[in-house]
C-alpha cells in the first residue's frame, strides 16, 4: 500500500504526524515518535513576545537611562512562562536536525508585524525544512475592522515568507468572514500551505473568587468535524497544502481528514494522553483501513469527499443546513 504523500512541497512517507506541542522539547521523545513512524517533526512555537522580550532586554543593557525600556519589559510575560528561549530554540532545532531523518517543521507564532519575523530566517540556517506561521489572535478593538486584521496577518506571513526559501504553511483559526478567500490571499502573500486550526484558549469565570480561570484541555474526535468542513471547502481551489490539526484520535479520524483534503494530518492531544506508540497504531490502521476498503493508494483517498467535487458548494452546505434543521423533531 503506498501512503506516501507531497506536504509544502517536502516528500512524506506518510502525512501521519506529531503536531506542535511539548512533545519535541525532549530529544528522547522526538527519537520515539521517529521510531513510531512520525512522518514529520514539528516544535512548538517560538513567540513574538518571546523574542520581543529579548531584544529589549538587549535595548535596556544598552540605554538603563530610558525608563521607557523597562515599562514595555513589563507588557510580555516573565521568561519562566516559556520552556525555551530563542536561542534554545535554535540549539534545539539543530539538535532535532542532527537526531532524526524525517523533516523537521519549526513555528512562529505572533500577531503582529515587526522584526521579530527575522527569526524566521535564523530558524532556516538553523536546519529546519519548513516552518509553521502560527496567527494567534484575538480582536478585541472595536475600531479595528476585520479586513484590517486580515492586512496586518497578511503582512505577517509576506515577511516571514520574504525571509525564507523554506516552505512556510500558516497556522489559522476559524474566524475568517470568507476563509477561502483569506487563503487565496495567504498563497498570494508566499505560503505554501494552510493548517486547520489553531485551538484557541476558552476562559472561564470563578464567580466565587472574581477571577478568570485558565486551562488547556486536550481535544476530542468532536473537535475534528470543525475541520472537516474547511477542509472539504478548501480542499481541491487553493493552490496551498492542508493539514489537519485538531480532533484527530483514531483510524477513521485521519481517514476522515484525508477524505476532506488533508495532505497531512497533526496529532498532539492522542499522543499526549497515549504516548508516541499511539501514532503507530493510526499508521497501521490506516494502511488496514484502505486494504480493506480497497484502495492501491493514499492518492485515490485523498479529498475524494471535498466540495470541490460539488458544482454548487455553497448551495449543497446550505441544502444540508435546512434538511438538517427540517429533520429534528424532538424528544417525546
Known sequence: MDLSTTYLGLPLAHPLMAGASPLADDLDTVRRLEDA????IVLRSLFEEQIVREQLGAAAHLQAHDDAFAEALS??????VFAMGPDT???????IREAVRVPVIASLNGATPGGWTRYARLMEQAGAHALECNLYVIPTEPHESGQHVEERLLAIVASVTSSVTIPVAVKLSPFFSSLPHFARRLSIAGARGAVLFNRFYQPD?????????????????????????????????????????????????A????MAGASAVQLVSALLRHGPGHLREVIAGVHTWLDEHDY?????????????????????????????????????
Open 37 to 40: 513512524g512520525s512522518s514529520a
Open 296 to 332: 492501491t493508494s493514499l492518492a485515490q483517498l485523498t479529498g475524494s469527499m471535498n466540495l470541490s467535487r460539488c458544482p454548487e458548494p455553497a448551495a449543497y452546505e446550505r441544502a444540508n443546513y435546512m434538511t438538517l434543521l427540517q429533520s429534528f423533531h424532538g424528544e417525546v
Open 255 to 258: 481517514v476522515k481528514a484525508m
Open 89 to 95: 530554540y535554535l540549539e534545539q532545532i539543530r539538535r
Open 205 to 253: 469565570i470563578d464567580v466565587e473568587d472574581l477571577d478568570v480561570v485558565r486551562s488547556l484541555h486536550l481535544s476530542d474526535s468532536s473537535e475534528l468535524l470543525l475541520r472537516l468542513r474547511w477542509l472539504a471547502v478548501l480542499s481541491g481551489r487553493t493552490p496551498l497544502s492542508l493539514a489537519a490539526s485538531g480532533g484527530v484520535h483514531t483510524t477513521v479520524d
Open 75 to 80: 507588557y510580555t510575560p516573565p521568561t519562566t
